[in-house]
C-alpha cells in the first residue's frame, strides 16, 4: 500500500508541466499588442492527456499589467483604452453564488482595470464590454505546445483556432458572447 502511493506521489510530482509564451491579441480594428504569458500546471491524473492549470501570470509591461493568480482562471479578454488596461476573467464561482446580490443581466465575469500602474477590481458597468473582445486563449494555451517547453510565441489564428473563431475576422465581442452563450449572466 505504502510503495504504491510512494510511487503516484513520484510520478504526479514529477509530471509538472511549464509554458511561458508570448501571446498574440487583437484588441480592434486590426491593431495587434503582445502579452507575455506564463502558466504551470500538472498532469491530470490518471488522465494521462490533459493538464490541469496550477498558476498562471499575465504581463504587458508598456501599462504596467501583472496579474498572477493560483489555479485555472480562464482568462477571456485583454484590452487597453487610452492608458487604462482591461482583463477579464471568467467567474471562478458557480452562478448561484456569482449571482447572490447582484442585478439580472449581470454577466459571470470579473473585470480588472490598470489605471497608473495600480489594479482593482470593478464593476462591470464600467468596463467598455461592448467593445472588448474574446481575444484571449484562456487555458487552451496547453493545446498550442510545440514542445515540452511549450510554444514561445502564440499568434492570433492559434488563438482564434483554439476558441472556434475565424482568424481573419475580428474576435467575438464580450458582450454577445456572454448575453449568447445559455447560464452565463444572472437572471
Known amino acids: 500500500m505504502l510503495v504504491g502511493l510512494a510511487l503516484v506521489m513520484t510520478c504526479m510530482s514529477g509530471c509538472k508541466q511549464k509554458m511561458k509564451w508570448e501571446e498574440q491579441v487583437w484588441l480592434d480594428e486590426g491593431h495587434f499588442v503582445e502579452v507575455e504569458r506564463q502558466a504551470e500546471g500538472t498532469i491530470d491524473f490518471p488522465n494521462s492527456s490533459s493538464i490541469v492549470t496550477r498558476?498562471?501570470?499575465?504581463?504587458?509591461?508598456?501599462?504596467?499589467?501583472?496579474?498572477?493568480?493560483?489555479?485555472?482562471?480562464?482568462?477571456?479578454?485583454?484590452?487597453?483604452?487610452?492608458?487604462?488596461?482591461?482583463?477579464?476573467?471568467?467567474?471562478?464561482?458557480?452562478?448561484?453564488e456569482f449571482c447572490m446580490g447582484r442585478r439580472k443581466?449581470?454577466?459571470?465575469?470579473?473585470?480588472?482595470?490598470?489605471?497608473?500602474?495600480?489594479?482593482?477590481?470593478?464593476?462591470?458597468?464600467?468596463?467598455?464590454?461592448?467593445?472588448?473582445?474574446?481575444?484571449?486563449?484562456?487555458?487552451?494555451?496547453?493545446?498550442?505546445?510545440?514542445?515540452?517547453?511549450?510554444?514561445?510565441?502564440?499568434?492570433?489564428?492559434?488563438v482564434a483556432r483554439v476558441t472556434g473563431q475565424f482568424d481573419e475576422r475580428p474576435p467575438k465581442l464580450v458582450s454577445d458572447f456572454y448575453t449568447r452563450t445559455p447560464n452565463l449572466s444572472c437572471n
Open 55 to 96: 498558476h498562471q501570470e499575465f504581463r504587458y509591461d508598456p501599462l504596467q499589467v501583472l496579474w498572477t493568480a493560483e489555479g485555472a482562471t480562464q482568462v477571456e479578454s485583454f484590452y487597453i483604452v487610452g492608458r487604462d488596461a482591461y482583463l477579464i476573467t471568467m467567474a471562478s464561482k458557480s452562478r448561484d
Open 105 to 158: 443581466g449581470d454577466l459571470l465575469l470579473n473585470v480588472l482595470r490598470w489605471r497608473n500602474g495600480r489594479v482593482h477590481e470593478i464593476d462591470q458597468r464600467e468596463a467598455p464590454l461592448d467593445r472588448m473582445r474574446m481575444n484571449l486563449s484562456g487555458n487552451a494555451h496547453w493545446i498550442l505546445r510545440k514542445d515540452s517547453w511549450g510554444a514561445q510565441h502564440v499568434s492570433w489564428k492559434e
